[in-house]
């Protein structure tokens, strides 16, 4: 298996909403001494720009978002080998500014929801429904409020998306049995495959944490006892740094007893894996390098509902709704920080009344699932188009516009019948992930699978 896909790297992206006329790509794609507004002003002189330097260049094409990247490799040869270049990957590696968006998947609803956040059911139809619409997904940049739908084609059938982590997304094999997990890099089109998972599962738990030089999975929960039962007993952890270490597999820990792992996610801060435990509501954490479970009791966990967790620049933060009606406390959305002891909470922020009273008219009850990354938090409406978007730095809330991809294949306003609502995952779209060579060293044979 290589490396990159040549045939995916024309554009990856698809747009929606297009650049204002006042950015560069008016038509010619270059800027010409002829053109008024150039000659007007020295500074935008095309022979002062043409004789900029080639590291200078590069080093300013490694700002752009990937996007414009894309835009901007159809210009000349050289630019388009850029993708392909390793002093290019090297600089923008060490250059390039994080990009705190999100990724969605139309998730299509069965008639009988179950309780796992995997993207399938037992029902054939439905499996080969959720296949078929995970083969694309939709970017939200958070900045300029804009949507991208990106391929995934090159995922093969039977796999569902569940977690992603320094520009790849992982998928997890539908079956049940010792699960696969693939790696995926949709801007660059790379597949990664790991070795199968040592205990058979059902529809585990997963938490990814990659980083330029390491990758470590956590998989748990959900362990088959049999056939027909299973039970959260343990969880098996995957391990590879570029200083020659790896466990494949090969550490285990035991869950706490009675814990209920249903949302399907984990988070990762500072060296820890995150989860919510459901009834009664509490955190479930993992020391990957004490190799230990602990439980955190989660803020006014009587009246939580849909809690969910997420990382904000290295921060624990839990957002939910809190109904205290017998109490006669006014019903809100409230997120809380994990202070540096790791056991107590501190309320950082409340929805404002009047946005929440119009929030919790169109939730009506029907729950909300919440993403976060750097300093946004989104809060996607369950059953509806409807998401929120909160700036934790400039304390603004703000309705998402539709995604148009979702809405053009769905003739109302709501996703509730059947016909798929919006999961997603932080996500930072990345040209260079330099760990998935540590991966192919394994020498795995990819294995083919079928839905």
Not at 112 to 127: D, E, F, L, M
Not at 315 to 328: D, P, R
Request: with cysteine; net charge positive; aromatic share 12%.
């Amino acid at each position: 298996m290589e490396a990159f896909n040549t045939l995916s790297m024309a554009s990856p992206f698809s747009y929606t909403f297009t650049s204002s006329s006042s950015s560069c790509g008016s038509g010619s794609g270059t800027a010409t001494s002829n053109n008024p507004m150039f000659t007007a002003c020295p500074w935008m002189d095309s022979r002062i720009w043409s004789k900029l330097p080639q590291r200078l260049l590069d080093r300013v094409l490694a700002f752009l978002p990937p996007p414009a990247f894309f835009r901007a490799r159809a210009v000349c040869k050289r630019w388009y080998g850029l993708l392909f270049s390793n002093s290019f990957l090297e600089l923008y590696i060490h250059v390039s500014p994080r990009h705190h968006w999100f990724l969605f998947f139309n998730q299509k609803t069965p008639l009988i929801k179950t309780t796992s956040y995997i993207y399938t059911t037992n029902n054939n139809s439905i499996r080969s429904a959720a296949a078929a619409t995970c083969c694309e997904g939709y970017l939200f940049d958070p900045h300029e409020l804009s949507w991208y739908r990106i391929s995934f084609a090159l995922v093969p059938s039977g796999f569902s998306p569940a977690s992603s982590s320094g520009g790849l997304v992982c998928w997890v094999s539908d079956h049940a049995g010792a699960k696969t997990l693939i790696l995926c890099n949709p801007v660059t089109g790379s597949l990664s495959q790991l070795p199968p998972t040592i205990r058979p599962r059902l529809f585990p738990s997963i938490g990814l944490k990659v980083t330029p030089t390491a990758v470590d999975v956590t998989v748990a929960g959900d362990d088959l006892i049999s056939p027909y039962a299973v039970k959260n007993l343990s969880s098996e952890s995957f391990h590879i740094d570029a200083g020659g270490f790896f466990s494949l597999w090969g550490t285990t820990s035991s869950l706490p007893r009675l814990c209920s792992l249903e949302s399907g996610r984990m988070v990762q801060v500072n060296g820890k894996f995150y989860c919510m435990n459901y009834s009664p509501f509490s955190v479930l954490a993992y020391d990957i390098s004490a190799n230990a479970w602990f439980n955190i009791q989660a803020p006014m966990r009587r009246f939580l509902r849909s809690p969910s967790l997420l990382d904000s620049y290295g921060k624990l933060i839990l957002v939910a709704a809190v109904e205290k009606s017998k109490l006669n406390v006014p019903k809100s959305l409230r997120l809380w920080s994990l202070q540096a002891c790791g056991t107590v909470w501190a309320e950082i922020e409340r929805m404002p009344q009047q946005l929440y009273a119009q929030f919790a008219e169109i939730e009506a009850g029907n729950g909300f699932d919440t993403i976060g990354h750097g300093e946004f938090i989104v809060i996607v409406i369950r059953g509806s188009d409807k998401a929120l978007l909160f700036d934790l730095c400039m304390k603004s809330w703000q309705w998402i516009p539709r995604c148009p991809y979702v809405h053009a294949n769905n003739c109302g306003g709501n996703y509730g019948d059947g016909e798929g609502e919006l999961h997603g995952f932080a996500y930072e779209p990345r040209l260079a992930t330099p760990v998935t060579a540590l991966l192919d060293q394994l020498t795995l044979p990819f294995q083919s699978f079928s839905g």
